[in-house]
């Protein structure tokens, strides 16, 4: 599990790890019922507090991406296909979201970003 704390982030510590781990089990790279490192190995590894690491693992599971096991560990949650379909759309639509903030910004307009996101789409 790759995962890096950037401390000039404005998110705190804990949510960029909910994020990264949230990401990687979207695309992918964490499966169902794959093992997390312990609470413990997370903070050590990231030279983190383990109250931190606790905060990202309750926040993961409360919102489904993992689940607990007691005296076993925290593994990915097994997620059905609607769901992680749904998760998906959503991660695009945060970087399409964050795309035409700064379209916005620099006088795009919203024909040439269409424009734009036809060739990425059509892989250009």
């Known amino acids: 599990m790759n995962i890096v704390i950037s401390n000039s982030s404005d998110d705190p510590i804990y949510m960029q790890i909910v994020e990264q781990i949230k990401e990687q089990i979207v695309k992918g790279e ?3 019922s794959q ?3 312990s609470i413990r190995k997370l903070a050590k590894e990231l030279n983190i507090s383990v109250i931190t690491t606790k905060r990202a693992y309750d926040e993961l599971e ?3 991406y993992i689940v607990t096991v007691g005296g076993k560990g925290s593994f990915v949650a097994e997620m059905n296909r609607e769901m992680l ?3 998906k759309v959503k991660m695009v ?3 399409m979201t964050e795309a035409v ?3 916005k910004l620099i006088g795009l307009s919203l024909e040439d970003l269409k424009e734009i996101l036809e ?3 059509e892989g250009g």
Do not use: C, F, N
């Open 62 to 64: 409360k919102e489904g």
């Open 35 to 37: 093992p997390l490192p």
């Open 85 to 87: 379909k749904e998760a």
């Open 119 to 121: 060739i990425i789409y």
């Open 93 to 95: 639509e945060e970087k």
């Open 101 to 103: 903030t700064i379209a």
């Open 30 to 32: 964490l499966t169902g």
